[in-house]
């Protein structure tokens, strides 16, 4: 008996690579639960193979995320020129993820030449789709003034979009410039709010800071034993200087 042959549309070729691969990360997140080494390996390579299929034909999440299984070694072997090329193509069809790892990989020099103010610009461009942790990395430049020039007033504003999205780091860091007037007007009583946020998410030296207000009544009502509490977090995160 001949076999069948499928036509299938372009269209519809990419919603069954697409649909595949999401049944694939499914398989892999129920592995991690459950914590099933066997298959491991074979079951990346597969995802690979598919995110490829949907790379190849222009579909950015796929070529995001094979730009990061080239980054970390996951279904193939690590190669940091590889991943960028393929964060590069979904940064230029306008995928925030991509475009946010493409400006780290030119922040720290990863698969291409360090290069600050090309980090700026992919991040400036993904922190401007409402991308958290670009808009935190972009309040970090703007701090430090790393690939732009100084602006704490534009440290200041970027880590509060990143911040009112949950950004640990970002919270952590608004509360410091409150509590100095950096970038804004001082404030201990809104750095406090801002250090407990980024406190109770885990962030050691929100914690130390949070201690250190409660141990010294400033912004809060003094209270030695919350205070000790919050140094203990730290503490036991592993904050130098905690004890």
């Known amino acids: 008996m001949a076999g069948v042959i499928l036509m299938f549309s372009r269209s519809q070729f990419k919603s069954i690579v697409i649909a595949r691969i999401l049944f694939l990360c499914i398989v892999v997140s129920l592995q991690s639960v459950v914590g099933q080494e066997f298959g491991h390996a074979e079951d990346a390579e597969e995802a690979v193979r598919w995110y490829r299929m949907a790379a190849e034909q222009g579909d950015a999440a796929a070529q995001f995320q094979l730009g990061f299984c080239y980054q970390h070694g996951t279904g193939v072997p690590k190669d940091a020129e590889e991943a960028v090329r ?111 946020m980024a406190a109770e998410q885990g962030l050691a030296g929100a914690q130390f800071n949070l201690g250190y207000c409660y141990y010294h009544g400033t912004g809060v009502q003094e209270d030695e034993r919350v205070a000790v509490r919050w140094y203990r977090m730290a503490a036991e995160q592993g904050l130098a200087g905690v004890a």
């Open 86 to 196: 393929w964060y590069r193509m979904a940064a230029e069809q306008g995928d925030a993820d991509a475009q946010r790892n493409l400006g780290a990989c030119y922040s720290y020099g990863i698969g291409v030449q360090e290069d600050h103010r090309a980090a700026v610009r992919w991040f400036l461009i993904a922190a401007e789709q409402d991308d958290a942790e670009a808009q935190y990395n972009l309040g970090y430049c703007y701090q430090h003034g790393t690939g732009v020039l100084r602006d704490d007033r534009a440290a200041a504003r970027w880590y509060r979009k990143a911040a009112e999205q949950g950004s640990a780091k970002a919270q952590g860091n608004l509360g410091y410039f409150y509590y100095h007037g950096i970038g804004t007007r001082e404030d201990v009583e809104e750095a406090v709010r801002w250090y407990r």
